[in-house]
T-cell receptor, first 112, second 113 residues
Framework: GENVEQHPSTLSVQEGDSAVIKCTYSDSASNYFPWYKQELGKGPQLIIDIRSNVGEKKDQRIAVTLNKTAKHFSLHITETQPEDSAVYFCAATSNSGYALNFGKGTSLLVTP | EAGVAQSPRYKIIEKRQSVAFWCNPISGHATLYWYQQILGQGPKLLIQFQNNGVVDDSQLPKDRFSAERLKGVDSTLKIQPAKLEDSAVYLC???????????FGPGTRLTVL
């Protein structure tokens, strides 16, 4: 089955700096790669996603890049703010429909 | 638009007891998923429904877990009997039929003592 690796597990940045989280996947048939933000006591919230026919996607301060050849994708957050502090999960579709395989998460801390 | 609703939000039980969780997906979403999220890990799929039919339950521990979606809308997930290792957050997600974008509910945090 699909295996998604995510790094780093924890990331601390100062407000205003950029944060980058990287993921790799194993199944070359995967074609959908969402990123979720999870705050304490809440469910995962979709923040951005990318499909295999696109190399990069941007939404305000958040961008995602995809390298299908290398089977890795990354989340970039610019001008970080304290409210960006949360756990971020990458995911990829499995080979059994649309169910997602998740990475282990990155705990991002943005300090003022 | 209302999001995915789940209840209860928290549940504490003793091992070998039974527990049930309820999920109401976003209106019009034919596909419903149950995920298990153990502390410090990403969600792991337990079961996927398309309307009231099961699409994928390969990772559901069928000796103790069961799920149903009788009318193709609400769903319940049951654990009987519970084990200590079942302590986790149980997340429900839904999506439109034939699409891959999933929206998650707030989850039910289960503690098995």
């Amino acid at each position: 089955g699909e295996n998604v690796e995510q790094h780093p597990s924890t990331l601390s940045v100062q407000e205003g700096d950029s944060a980058v989280i990287k993921c790799t996947y194993s199944d070359s048939a995967s074609n959908y790669f969402p990123w979720y933000k999870q705050e304490l006591g809440k469910g995962p919230q979709l923040i951005i996603d990318i499909r295999s026919n696109v190399g990069e996607k941007k939404d305000q301060r958040i961008a995602v890049t995809l390298n299908k050849t290398a089977k890795h994708f990354s989340l970039h957050i610019t001008e970080t703010q304290p409210e960006d502090s949360a756990v971020y999960f990458c995911a990829a579709t499995s080979n059994s429909g649309y169910a997602l395989n998740f990475g282990k998460g990155t705990s991002l801390l943005v300090t003022p | 638009e209302a999001g995915v609703a789940q209840s209860p939000r928290y549940k504490i039980i003793e091992k070998r007891q039974s527990v049930a969780f309820w999920c109401n997906p976003i209106s019009g979403h034919a596909t419903l998923y149950w995920y298990q999220q153990i502390l410090g890990q990403g969600p792991k799929l337990l079961i996927q429904f398309q309307n009231n039919g099961v699409v994928d339950d390969s990772q559901l521990p069928k000796d103790r877990f069961s799920a149903e979606r009788l009318k193709g809308v609400d769903s319940t997930l049951k654990i009987q009997p519970a084990k200590l290792e079942d302590s986790a957050v149980y997340l429900c997600a839904s999506s439109l039929a034939g699409t891959d974008t999933q929206y998650f509910g707030p989850g039910t945090r289960l503690t098995v003592l």
